[in-house]
Nanobody, 123 residues
Framework: QVQLVESGGGLVQAGGSLRLSCAAA????????MAWYRRAPGKERELVAR???????TYADSVKGRFTISRDNAKNTVYLQMNSLKPEDTAVYYC?????????????????WGRGTQVTVSS
């Protein structure tokens, strides 16, 4: 089994910063892309940022210039540094990853999701 565990969420005032972390644990061969999604109250889930194994990144337009995604492959961990936070950033943030596992001599890739961490930004 593979699990993703997020941490770092909390309550912050507008203009403040938070750093989210997500660590993968369990039995796997490696991790391909990792990403952060979020779901605000009454809204659809949206992709916030993603990062490939060697560091290529993409961001939602709404967070460009404010958020930075990074990863530490040795620690199987992805981070989301969030600066200049706005009330509209309030959401549950979910970590996702495409993870390689092996069964016998066969390798497969599957998507895994964390349980989510709450980020609340007050005005």
């Amino acid at each position: 089994q593979v699990q993703l565990v997020e941490s770092g969420g909390g309550l912050v005032q507008a203009g403040g910063s938070l750093r989210l972390s997500c660590a993968a644990a369990g039995s796997f061969n490696g991790i391909n892309l990792m990403a952060w999604y979020r779901r605000a109250p009454g809204k659809e889930r949206e992709l916030v940022a993603r990062i490939l194994t060697r560091g290529m990144t993409t961001y939602a337009d709404s967070v460009k210039g404010r958020f930075t995604i990074s990863r530490d492959n040795a620690k199987n961990t992805v981070y989301l540094q969030m600066n200049s936070l706005k009330p509209e950033d309030t959401a549950v943030y979910y970590c996702a990853a495409a993870i390689r596992t092996v069964d016998g001599g066969h390798e497969s890739v599957n998507d895994y999701w964390g349980r989510g961490t709450q980020v609340t930004v007050s005005s």
